[in-house]
């Protein structure tokens, strides 16, 4: 059974950082493709980040530079670094494990940007 659970959210000022976290459990976490996405309300969710297997990255043009995604294998976590966050950013994050194309999800953590 996959469960995957974010923690990390909150409310932060502009500029300001955050550090989110995905721990996973079932499954075998080295192998598998790891992302995050956001969801603003109203609007559709979206890809933040991604993270393979091998550790290769992809960012949305929007975070390129103030984000970054990495993982920890040895503790089946995957984090996301977020520096100089903006009043744009503000949405409900999920992390996501793609198994060869059976998506996963958590139950999104909350990350409000506001003076």
């Known amino acids: 059974q996959v469960q995957l659970v974010e923690s990390g959210g909150g409310l932060v000022q502009p500029g300001g950082s955050l550090r989110l976290s995905c721990a996973a459990s079932?499954?075998?976490?080295?192998?598998?493709?790891m992302g995050w996405y956001r969801q603003a309300p109203g609007k559709q969710r979206e890809l933040v980040a991604t993270?393979?297997?091998?550790?290769?990255?992809n960012y949305a043009d929007a975070v390129k530079g103030r984000f970054t995604i990495s993982r920890d294998n040895a503790k089946n976590t995957m984090y996301l670094q977020m520096n100089s966050l903006k009043a744009e950013d503000t949405a409900v994050y999920y992390c996501?494990?793609?198994?060869?194309?059976?998506?996963?999800w958590g139950q999104g953590t909350q990350v409000t940007v506001s003076p």
């Open positions: 996501n494990q793609d198994r060869w194309g059976v998506a996963y």
């Open positions: 079932g499954g075998i976490f080295s192998i598998y493709r």
């Open positions: 993270i393979t297997s091998g550790g290769a990255t």
